[in-house]
């Protein structure tokens, strides 16, 4: 009786210390779904929280969506609400095509502690963290999201209009199901670099990629490959062709290396050998029967295990014991003769693709792009679907090669188990091993060096172009410093005093903790122009500010602005020295500037 008394009374008492931010709930919803007040639920496409929701809570919440988007696009229709503050919630919207809306509430960071008043007893407060979470930052998390399910399924407008609704809320729940919920919104480094700043580093040649491009000509000619992209083993771009966009080489290279990762469990990419220890267990799995039998599913699963061979299993008759002894006899010795030609099969497929001698493929998948084939229709939809192929060399390079799927001979490619075999010896016809080595020898370092500037300065460096990016922020280091997430929210804010306020080239903050943080933007054309003239008439230079510019060449660079605003450089330097001064932080991100413009274009 008692034990049950104490149960009863028991009372679970708040965690002290500090909560992270936690996702709440993330849903998607198309308001024009709903055609009338009866089936407003038929707006909600998908619907996900921490805990059990009641149908008329998810109604409520989206409904609450709805009214503040509503509420701002009076104000500002071109630019309706991204972002809503409360104390204990973050409310994020998204609309990445005309109707469809993503959008998420985040639970803030909750921090408490017992203090004393001034009567000498102890209280509990509780304070919320809103300042920790980073409006652009959860912002880059949804469009992220939805550019890696336009890349594997594509527009949610066409699957809508090709398809029905059905489908696309299966595409959607087998994507973001998972996806959403491997984000740690307490790790703003992730968010950063995977998201605020989407982009791809790009390494630099000392010499031509002639034989590259050679190569690339006739993996065209020969199967029909459109377009080609190489990763070195960190990752980095090394080459793609020039049909290829690079925000398709954003999103694809995203997706690859998570490709990477997930067949090498518990191993690093330097790691992990490069033989076919798991092509040999592939083999075993069953293989479609065609691809056309796989584009009448309209899934966006795994096309084609190339490793298996399904020869066995599709060429075997069923046992059958009636007949005659004599029927009995011819079919054994029918079924014996069929075995053995089957296991001859079997056992040359097996040998030529369990022993990859240059590297090892993986699953085929299709995907969606924006980059044109030359096959491709003036009237067709706004993405092409491709065929991924995945190659990994021996020497860590991994090697993709997009097909267009209605090209002539991509049914017969898929359904043939020798045609990885063959495009592989073509690749060794046209030296491969050669180009690899090549490519890693001819890297050109001098943008690595020019991020090099000591153990007290960490940098960042980003093209809003090219999408190249080169930092060393997350660099560890037992002589240097470690970047908090402070750091991050103020590099953060440079960013939007760069968005928010046009003008503006230079930002430079000091923080109570005594380290600096600076940014630097510059219009790419007047930028190199001028990065030029400081390095050949100011290099030796004792002076550490340097001359304001003309009234001609202000007119310049408002003129060239004005012309091409997402044309530009952005640099980050973070100075973490106590005794460092403002013109030390000035000078370090001049020479880091100087090197860095023309090295990195």
């Not at 089936?39 to 809570?57: E, G, H, M, S």
């Not at 696009?73 to 919630?89: D, E």
């Not at 005659?324 to 040998?351: A, K």
């Amino acid at each position: 009786m008692s034990s049950s008394t104490v149960a009863s009374t028991t009372i679970t008492m708040p965690q002290l210390g500090r909560t992270p931010p936690t996702l709440s709930y993330f849903c998607v919803y198309n308001p024009s779904l709903a055609q009338s007040e009866e089936n407003t639920k038929d707006q909600i496409l998908y619907y996900t929280a921490k805990k059990v929701v009641p149908a008329d809570v998810k109604m409520k919440q989206i409904g609450l969506a709805q009214a503040l988007v509503n509420f701002s696009s009076a104000f500002s229709p071109s630019h309706p609400a991204q972002n809503v503050h409360s104390q204990k919630n973050r409310l994020v919207f998204y609309q990445p095509e005309p109707g469809f809306w993503l959008h998420m509430c985040i639970e803030v960071g909750v921090l408490r502690k017992k203090v004393k008043d001034n009567k000498g007893k102890e209280k509990l407060v509780t304070e919320y963290l809103d300042p920790q979470l980073n409006d652009r930052a959860i912002e880059s998390v949804l469009k992220l999201g939805y550019e890696q399910f336009k890349l594997l399924n594509g527009m949610m407008t066409s699957i809508l209009d090709m398809l029905d609704r059905r489908v696309l809320m299966h595409r959607i729940e087998e994507f973001f199901s998972e996806w959403i919920w491997q984000w740690d919104f307490d790790r703003l480094d992730q968010m950063v670099f995977s998201g605020v700043f989407n982009g791809v580093p790009t390494i630099r040649y000392k010499d031509d990629t002639k034989q590259l491009k050679i190569l690339d000509q006739s993996l065209q000619e020969e199967y029909g490959i459109a377009h080609v992209m190489i990763l070195d083993e960190k990752r980095d771009l090394l080459y793609r062709s020039n049909t290829l966009s690079m925000v398709d080489v954003r999103a694809l290279r995203r997706y690859v290396c998570q490709q990477i990762q997930e067949n090498q469990p518990g191993a690093t990419e330097q790691e992990k050998p490069t033989s076919s220890s798991s092509s040999s267990s592939s083999i075993k799995k069953d293989k479609f029967s065609g691809f056309k039998s796989f584009t009448r599913t309209l899934s966006n699963t795994h096309i084609l295990d190339y490793f298996s061979s399904s020869s066995n299993t599709r060429n075997r008759k069923p046992d059958d014991s009636s007949g005659t002894e004599e029927e009995g006899i011819d079919e054994e010795q029918q079924q014996e003769q069929e075995q053995n030609q089957q296991s001859d099969t079997s056992s040359i497929e097996e040998e030529q693709l369990a022993e990859p001698i240059h590297g090892e493929f993986h699953e085929i998948v299709r995907l969606y792009l924006s980059s044109r084939s030359e096959l491709a229709m003036e009237e067709q939809e706004l993405l092409e679907e491709y065929l991924l192929v995945l190659y990994k060399h021996k020497s860590n390079l991994v090697w993709s090669f997009l097909i267009p799927s209605f090209a002539d001979g991509a049914d017969e490619f898929i359904s043939s188990s020798t045609a990885l075999t063959e495009l592989e010896n073509h690749l060794t016809k046209h030296s491969l091993d050669t180009i690899a080595t090549s490519l890693k020898e001819d890297k050109d370092t001098e943008q690595d060096k020019g991020l090099s500037l000591g153990k007290h300065f960490r940098c960042f460096y980003y093209d809003n172009v090219t999408l190249n990016m080169r930092s060393t922020l997350l660099e560890q280091r037992k002589d240097s410093f470690t970047i908090s997430n402070d750091m991050f929210l103020q590099l953060l804010d440079l960013k939007n005093d760069f968005e928010t306020l046009p003008n503006t080239t230079e930002v430079y903050t000091r923080s109570t903790g005594n380290y600096w943080i600076a940014g630097q933007r510059a219009y790419n054309k007047h930028g190199r122009k001028q990065e030029r003239r400081r390095s050949q008439t100011n290099g030796d230079a004792t002076s550490d500010h340097q001359e304001p510019p003309t009234e001609d060449e202000e007119d310049e660079i408002v003129t060239e602005r004005k012309r091409s605003p997402d044309d530009y450089t952005e640099m980050y330097l973070v100075a973490a020295k106590k005794d460092t001064s403002l013109a030390d932080v000035e000078e370090t991100i001049r020479k880091m500037s100087v090197s860095l413009v023309d090295l990195c274009m």
